[in-house]
């Protein structure tokens, strides 16, 4: 995971701790802007505004995804970036 203005973070475990100590937003929407894939592999790209101890954040984000051999997908990596500052 490659969260805004943080070192990379690797593995579930510094992902997951990470992610608790997030702020919880109020409010979530995601808007995809890009799908594609070929084989088992594919990637993500949008936005995402939220609000966050009232005030609204805009994030632009991409992910790429893996196929799994049961069919379903798991995120392999993700990055995300503010386009204002976050709240702290």
Same mark, same amino acid.
């Given at each position: 995971m490659f969260p805004p203005e943080q070192p990379a973070l690797v593995g579930r475990a510094a992902c997951r701790?990470?992610?608790e100590a997030f702020p919880r937003?109020?409010?979530? !929407? @995601?808007? *995809? #802007?890009?799908?594609?894939g070929q084989g088992s592999l594919a990637y993500m790209r949008g936005t995402? !505004? @939220?609000? *966050? #101890?009232d005030t609204e954040t805009t994030f632009?984000?991409?992910?790429?995804?893996?196929?799994?051999?049961?069919g379903?997908?798991?995120?392999?990596?993700d990055?995300?970036?503010?386009?204002?500052p976050a709240p702290h």
């Open positions: 701790t990470f992610l937003p109020t409010s979530f !929407v @995601a808007t *995809i #802007e890009d799908l594609e995402v !505004v @939220a609000r *966050i #101890e632009t984000f991409l992910t790429i995804n893996r196929k799994q051999s049961d379903t997908w798991k995120l392999v990596r990055i995300w970036n503010t386009n204002a």
